[in-house]
């Protein structure tokens, strides 16, 4: 079955407060279950309403993490996907990876 890629697509992450004001830090995992996180504006973050179907935009995403991880979805870029795996392009470069990565597709929500 074909994929119509689309833009944008997000994936799942956790994040917590970054060093900027208007940054937090998303962390994820590849496909093949290795760690990456990244600072990243908060304009690419978005939270799940309390139904869990309608992603909203973070606007005041600092009263909504507060200090601790929380669960929300980045957006990303999607380059190739098939059934099991997709290659995504990351919003900034991540600390230990390229800006390029393999994801699993389960991981990835499309846009509405």
Do not use: H
């Not at 208007?22 to 504006?41: H, I, Q, R, W, Y």
């Not at 799940?48 to 909504?64: A, M, P, V």
């Not at 957006?75 to 800006?99: G, H, I, K, R």
Request: with cysteine; net charge negative.
């Amino acid at each position: 079955m074909a994929v119509t890629i689309q833009t944008p697509w997000f994936l799942s992450c956790t994040i917590s407060p970054g060093i900027l004001s208007d940054e937090v830090v998303a962390s994820a995992t590849t496909a093949s279950g290795k760690g990456f996180s990244l600072f990243v504006p908060s304009v690419y973050v978005y939270f799940t309403t309390g139904d869990n179907r309608e992603l909203k935009k973070g606007i005041d995403y600092t009263s909504i993490i507060g200090e601790a991880q929380t669960k929300a979805f980045l957006t990303v870029n999607v380059l190739d996907m098939n059934s099991d795996l997709a290659m995504v392009s990351l919003p900034t470069q991540p600390l230990e990876s390229s800006q390029t990565v393999t994801v699993r597709r389960d991981q990835l929500r499309a846009a509405a």
